[in-house]
């Protein structure tokens, strides 16, 4: 899923015509591609840094989306917009057991 909404973000891909001079033209080439990761690499490595933080303590519950919200609190808007879109993403399942308890007295 996450990849997908990131796949979204990237530009259309415009493939230059090949002009017939046997250079390549209309090849999808190093430097265009160079020109289209930026924003991938960034969120993945806004991933990466979550996964290292979070995953290597072996959290669960509401510590573990405790500590994913306190990466929120990071300045960067783009890397808190993200963190908190994984945070509500990984507490639907909490919630949802939450949800189940206070209706049912089930956990």
Known sequence: ERLSGLE???????????????????CLTLRSLSARVPPMRDH???????????????????R????????????????????RSVAADASK???AILRRWMRRGML
């Open 64 to 83: 573990l989306l405790s500590s994913i919200l306190r990466h929120s609190l990071d300045g960067r808007t783009a890397h808190s917009e993200l963190v």
């Open 44 to 62: 993945l490595r806004t991933l990466a840094m979550l996964s290292d933080g979070v995953g290597m303590r072996n959290l669960r519950g509401g």
């Open 93 to 95: 399942p909490w919630y």
């Open 8 to 26: 979204d973000m990237l530009p259309p891909l415009e493939m230059p015509e090949d002009d017939g001079d046997g250079d390549g033209g209309g």
